[in-house]
């Protein structure tokens, strides 16, 4: 009989919590955080098919929020208008009760690609979606 994986032990974003420089986000609904590789196909003498070596990589990531805070405003507009660039700690945890694991990861150096100051429509739930990237990161819990 083959084996099927247990559908409890699937994590539900539902559980997830982010944290900016400590501070628990609460208005965060979603977060995606990715590590990007970079490679180089290498010919090679002997085989059909070109290899491919890892040359780099970089982190990027999307936090999503409900528009509930000016969070992200106080932490960066006037930093922005002096022409300097803010720098953040994020950890992301997701501790689903179905599943014994937790998964909690660190990035550093998280810099927000944009700052929305404004985006809002009648009868529609304020959110904004905050992208970033980011120099290092740190599995904390796997």
Same mark, same amino acid.
């Given at each position: &009989? =083959?084996?099927?994986? $247990?559908? #409890?032990?699937?994590? #539900? +974003? #539902? ?7 400590? /501070?628990?986000?609460? /208005?965060?609904? %979603?977060?995606?955080? *990715?590590?990007? !590789?970079?490679?180089?196909?290498? =010919?090679?003498? +002997?085989?059909? &098919?070109? %290899?491919? !070596? @890892? &040359?780099?990589?970089?982190?990027? +990531? ?7 805070? #000016?969070?992200?405003? /106080? ?5 922005? !208008?002096? %022409?300097? $660039?803010?720098?953040?700690?994020? *950890?992301? !945890?997701?501790?689903? =009760? ?8 660190? *990035?550093? +150096?998280?810099?927000?690609?944009? @700052? ?14 905050? =992208?970033?990237?980011?120099? $290092?990161?740190? *599995?904390? /819990?796997?």
């Amino acid at each position: &009989m =083959p084996q099927v994986m $247990d559908a #409890s032990l699937v994590r #539900s +974003g #539902s559980h997830g919590t982010c944290w900016l420089d400590g /501070e628990l986000m609460t /208005e965060c609904y %979603g977060l995606q955080i *990715v590590v990007n !590789k970079t490679k180089e196909q290498v =010919p090679r003498c +002997g085989a059909f &098919m070109a %290899g491919n !070596k @890892l &040359m780099s990589a970089n982190i990027t +990531g999307t936090v999503r929020l409900y528009n509930a805070t #000016s969070r992200l405003i /106080e932490r960066q507009a006037e930093n922005l !208008k002096a %022409g300097r $660039d803010s720098r953040f700690v994020i *950890v992301s !945890k997701l501790a689903d =009760p179905d599943n014994p694991n937790i998964q909690r990861v660190q *990035v550093t +150096g998280v810099s927000f690609d944009n @700052l929305t100051l404004a985006d809002w429509q009648a009868a529609q739930i304020g959110t904004i979606e905050a =992208p970033f990237t980011a120099d $290092d990161y740190t *599995v904390l /819990e796997s």
